[in-house]
């Protein structure tokens, strides 16, 4: 990369980043008014919507390292970051590049300040751009908040899916899991097959009620497949068995791990199942992608082992929910009996009371860390709430001292907490 371009890529994602004052407003207008802009670059090729509380960034990553495998160019928007802005928006597991980034951003930042368009809105409208001039054959697009007002539900996708409900954003989204689940389900389009890995059996007529109203024909994942995990193994990867009145497939391999990935996986077998007709790939091309999904994708820091010997473990889990499931993971992954020293840092209005808890039983030392975001939750505050535990803990300004700290006690650290703390760390530790 030119110093021109880098110090132009600087200024873009400053101006970017400062797009978050005017906070998160939900609502279609803003983003159907930038892709007019651009020429509605969202029409030009064929998409997959995934919504969710959890786990729609993995049901991304699975799908899009399948096709990738198949030999098609598959464009892959998720979010957030964790290392750097271009993460977003990929091809076939590599970033966009530097230039389109500054390029595709330019015409749409001076609309931001007319219109105070949110910075969501734009990156939207860019993945979209870059997508439909890279003339991928399909993109795999996950939402950002929500499902019936984000940015993302400008499309007419070939398939929507909907991984696990939870609370979180509830401020935006409704106190209650059924609210939660309407949002999610206003993704689901007319005569769009929708495939649903949310296993409650009390929101299912959430999405049956929707998908009868837009004649969208519905799957339940758990009502077709079984899976069950053979082995779990040291480096999080695991064996699994998925079953279908149709299909079997023998220890598939998944380099991502956890119980929770099951209904991942599931939703992302049946969205390849209904993309078959248009997207036909092999099972060696399917047990290729899930085996090596990170190469194909991107994803990071799902439960990933950075190092071993001691083993050093990072998670972007940031609600209760993800804290559960990397518990589940670690005690069936061969660490039931180890107690960590975790670098824990969060945004302030996550339920960081019942994160603590669920983590306190595996915590050696807690490392509490004032990200740099002016979301965040500052170590003081979390070192308060981490006493009402009798977790021992020590308060740390920054995550790079924190991460430090931890890693100077040659036993086992754990990063967790935000997508914004991981990114630190990473740093931090050169990675």
């Known amino acids: 990369m030119t110093s021109e371009i880098k110090e132009n890529l600087a200024q873009i994602l400053e101006k970017l980043f400062s797009l978050h004052r005017f906070g998160i407003k939900p609502g279609l207008e803003r983003t159907e008014m ?53 993460e977003r928006i990929r091809i076939n597991g590599c970033e966009s590049d530097d230039e389109s980034v500054v390029r595709l951003a330019r015409p749409l930042l001076a609309e931001a300040e007319m219109q105070h368009t949110t910075f969501f809105e734009i990156t939207t409208a860019m993945a979209f751009a870059y997508f439909a001039e890279q003339n991928v054959d399909i993109a795999i697009i996950e939402t950002g908040l929500g499902g019936r007002l984000d940015s993302t539900n400008v499309l007419s996708p070939l398939v929507s899916v909907i991984t696990s409900i939870d609370f979180d954003h509830t401020q935006f989204l409704g106190l209650t899991l059924k609210s939660i689940a309407g949002e999610k389900a206003g993704i689901i389009k007319k005569d769009t097959p929708v495939v649903i890995a949310e296993p409650r059996a009390e929101l299912r007529n959430i999405f049956i009620t929707k998908a009868e109203q837009e004649n969208a024909p519905l799957t339940f994942v758990h009502d077709k497949y079984s899976a069950e995990i053979l082995e779990m193994h040291v480096d999080f990867s695991m064996d699994v068995q998925i079953t279908s009145p149709d299909k079997k497939f023998e220890r598939l391999k998944s380099s991502l791990s956890g119980n929770h990935q099951l209904q991942n996986i599931l939703a992302a077998i049946e969205t390849l199942n209904i993309l078959s007709s248009s997207f036909p790939i092999t099972d060696s091309d399917l047990r290729i992608g899930f085996e090596h999904v990170a190469k194909f994708s991107g994803i990071r820091g799902r439960i990933q082992l950075l190092a071993s010997n001691p083993p050093l473990v990072i998670d972007v889990g940031h609600n ?53 975001y002016e979301r965040a939750m500052a170590a003081r505050d979390i070192a308060a709430i981490a006493h009402q535990f009798e977790v021992p803990v020590t308060e740390y300004n920054d995550v790079r001292s924190a991460v430090l700290a931890a890693r100077t006690q040659n036993e086992e650290p754990l990063i967790v907490g935000s997508f914004f703390l991981a990114d630190e760390a990473l740093a931090a530790l050169g990675m």
């Open 320 to 372: 209760p929910a993800c804290l559960r499931q990397l518990i589940s993971t670690l005690s069936l992954s061969g660490y039931e009996s180890v107690k960590w020293h975790i670098v824990f840092g969060a945004m302030a209005d996550k339920d960081i009371h019942e994160m603590l808890g669920i983590l306190a039983p595996i915590t050696k030392h807690l490392y509490a860390a004032t990200i740099d």
């Open 34 to 86: 930038l892709l007019d802009i651009l020429g509605n670059p969202h029409r030009l090729f064929p998409s997959v919507h995934v919504a969710g509380t959890n786990g729609k960034g993995s049901t991304c990553s699975f799908i899009a390292a399948a096709l990738t495998a198949g030999g098609y160019k598959v464009g892959l928007y998720t979010s957030p970051h964790i290392h750097r802005f271009n």
